[in-house]
């Protein structure tokens, strides 16, 4: 018998904007004006929380962050094509998610300085609180999409992770999974080229993350992460499709972590940084402002007005969350439903030692 | 001699345990040519190379998996953990198969790993970045679970964990990794493993903890001196097997009073394993009710509270005074 292909595949890449800003017209989605322009406001403010977090740590105001400049882009349109009630499962670089899907930004900040409380997920929506064990949360998406499937309420669930976290055994059985069920999920996976110091060539010999939906029979495609027409154009072909009920999507959005991976690391240990040059040419602050100036939606004036009025709201935000104050005992609350004798009797103690 | 930090003391004792052993190797994520995120294996890729030093994807299973393959076929794998709460990741792995190869393999399979993990916290890190493990893994038979608290017991410790033959979870308190500094010998030495330490000499209440609370243990002692009550201080240095040579009991034999301090949440530890052995071994000799003073049942909270959960010198001071008039 003669050898035949059992299986071939291909990977489509999505890109929209070139660097001038000029879309490319056969992909450039329908989207209203002030959609168009909202967007850009979101990932505005969102870059401001971002660099201030970054900023509150360095002065010893606030604990470990982890930005995410260079990805507002994924995070953003994932969470202005989400619906309220659909289930998000983010990892700890998606604050700018968050943000879009109207956390408060005071809370966000409470957070980092410290305070569980800051991890209360706002009744609107039905995110998770963001999961710190890397691509721990990827596994979970399904669960949720299972369920959402199973009481036909419509709901699709999205999971957030980045290219390191596709080496974790949770990524591969995520899409295993949802792939046998044909589930309501989208996997986004953020490949920002660096898991801390480790560069995506050190992460796996497979060419594209996107590939690797092939191995789980689902849809796979990749697309410029730091493009926000790219990322409406391929999540909410996504998203059609698990709403329809066609079956999960893997989404890889190319983009690059500006930052260092926490505000504990120091990339100059394992980066030049003139590597990030030609990346800052692709970034969404200078090519999708581009497209909107062309598009006559943008201009120095507005933008004047935006950059005061986010200084505005930041600030706003941090004093709020600085005057945040809450008791340690809360500690005891949160532990299970209903507290234990054996806590009460801790929390008693406590209370004694403490005056608190 | 010279004078190190816990960190320091720790990378020393892996330079020296892969140049005189070319079996042992290093593996975890970014160990190699980030040196660790702590530093811990700073230099180790450019002096042993990348095959003897490697940087992995990121996958702690995998981690523990493949150092499970590494140290059947005659390697002794050093396999970081980045953060204690990530060991949890690899737990199917250490418990089902590292505890009980030689089990299983009736003797035949030894499994020489030495995973090494930051615990504990009071450095205002993320969640799953401070946790004690030890309580989970000293419960599993088979595996030996080693804690040292400053620079001199974690080299020695270091060194008699990678020699050995089963696989041990070595602890290293984060907060000690610079806070502390100690004359560290240049030249091999081992620590046993097993051996807890009599740190100080006293006769009124025996005083035991290990790791990241043996700061704040000794500093309660002192304080309890100044009101009049000389404690025997031990550190347990390893937590399975726990004291072999019965410093504990042969102190509470003196003492006849015996509190215990203990990071982790209270409940289920380490803490109460060492009253049981005393309560079986020295029952006859006590004089109060064996004391534990530890974390709350709680999640270790967030930064801004974290220093509630952590056992303090007022509440160990408080416990040594009950246990002394009781």
Same mark, same amino acid.
């Given at each position: 018998m003669p050898e035949t292909i059992a299986f071939s595949g291909h990977v489509k890449h999505v890109s929209v904007l070139d660097e001038e800003g000029n879309a490319d017209a056969s992909l450039e989605p329908t989207l209203s004006q002030e959609e168009l322009v909202r967007r850009y406001v979101i990932m505005s403010t969102t870059r401001a929380f971002d660099r201030k977090a970054v900023s509150l740590q360095r002065q010893g105001r606030s604990f470990t962050y982890t930005p995410f400049e260079g990805q507002e882009a994924i995070q953003v349109t994932a969470a202005r094509l989400l619906d309220p009630k659909d289930w998000a499962f983010p990892s700890y670089r998606e604050s700018a998610f968050y943000l879009a899907r109207g956390a408060p930004m005071s809370m966000l900040f409470t957070y980092l300085k410290g305070h569980e409380d800051g991890m209360a997920i706002p009744d609107k929506t039905n995110d998770f609180p963001l999961s710190i064990p890397v691509g721990s949360q990827i596994a979970h998406a399904p669960g949720a999409a299972y369920a959402n499937k199973l009481l036909k309420n419509g709901k699709i669930a999205i999971a957030f992770f980045g290219d390191g976290a596709s080496s974790q055994g949770d990524f591969h059985e995520a899409l295993n999974f949802s792939g046998i069920y044909k589930l309501p999920v989208v996997f986004i996976c953020t490949n920002n080229q660096y898991a801390i110091s480790t560069p995506r060539m050190m992460q796996t010999a497979s060419e594209t993350i996107a590939q690797r939906a092939m191995g789980y029979g689902i849809h796979g495609v990749q697309a410029d992460g730091m493009d926000p027409l790219a990322m409406e154009h391929v999540l909410s072909e996504a998203f059609d499709r698990a709403r329809k009920g066609e079956g999960p999507t893997l989404v890889e959005a190319i983009a690059y972590r500006f930052g260092p991976h926490s505000t504990a690391d120091d990339p100059k240990k394992y980066r030049e940084? &003139?590597?990030a040059d030609p990346w800052r040419k692709l970034d969404w602050a200078v090519r999708y402002r581009k497209y909107l100036e062309r598009k006559g939606l943008w201009n120095n004036d507005v933008q004047a007005k935006l950059d005061a009025a986010i200084v505005t709201e930041v600030e706003a935000a941090v004093a709020k969350a600085e005057e945040f104050k809450d008791s340690p005992s809360q500690m005891f609350d949160f532990v299970y439903p209903q507290m234990t004798a054996e806590l009460q009797r801790q929390k008693a103690e406590f209370s004694e030692v403490y005056g608190l | 001699m010279t004078l190190m930090t816990t960190i320091q003391a720790i990378n020393a004792g892996l330079h020296q345990e892969m140049g005189r052993d070319g079996t042992v190797i290093a593996l975890g994520e970014d160990i190699g040519h980030e040196g660790g995120v702590f530093r811990a294996t700073d230099g180790l890729q450019a002096k042993f190379g990348k095959e003897r030093v490697i940087d992995t994807p990121l996958a702690e299973e995998n981690i523990i998996a493949t150092s499970i393959g590494m140290a059947a076929a005659g390697l002794r794998p050093v396999p970081?953990?980045? #953060?204690?709460? #990530?060991v949890g990741v690899a737990h199917n792995h250490i418990v089902n198969h590292c505890a009980r190869l030689y089990y299983r393999s009736r003797g035949k399979t030894k499994m020489p790993i030495t995973i090494r993990t930051p615990s504990g916290g009071? =450095?205002? &890190?993320?969640? @799953? @970045? !401070?946790? !004690? =493990?030890e309580a989970t893994y000293a419960h599993v038979p088979g595996l030996k679970v080693v804690c040292p608290s400053n620079p001199y017991d974690a080299k020695g410790l270091l060194a008699s964990a990678i020699r050995g033959d089963c696989t041990t979870l070595f602890e290293e308190p984060t907060r000690l990794y610079r806070s502390i500094k100690a004359e560290v010998p240049d030249e091999e030495y081992t620590v046993p493993i097993g051996v807890a330490n009599v740190v100080q000499q006293g006769d009124k209440v025996t005083l035991v903890s290990w790791g990241p609370q043996m700061k704040q243990t000794l500093d309660a002692a002192e304080k309890a001196k100044e009101h009049g009550i000389l404690c025997e201080v031990i550190d347990l240095r390893t937590i399975s097997p726990l004291d072999e040579t019965d410093e504990v009991v042969k102190s509470v034999r003196k003492t006849g009073r015996l509190v215990v301090v203990q990071e982790a949440p209270k409940s289920f530890g380490v803490a109460a394993e060492v009253i049981a052995r005393v309560n079986e071994r020295a029952f006859d000799s006590l004089q109060a009710a064996p004391m534990r003073v530890c974390g709350w049942d709680t999640q270790l909270p967030l930064g801004t509270n974290e220093d509630f959960f952590i056992p303090d010198i007022k509440r160990i001071l408080t416990a040594v005074q009950k246990s002394a008039g009781y």
């Open positions: 940084d &003139a590597e | 970081e953990i980045q #953060f204690s709460g #990530f009071g =450095i205002r &890190a993320l969640e @799953h @970045h !401070c946790e !004690c =493990i």
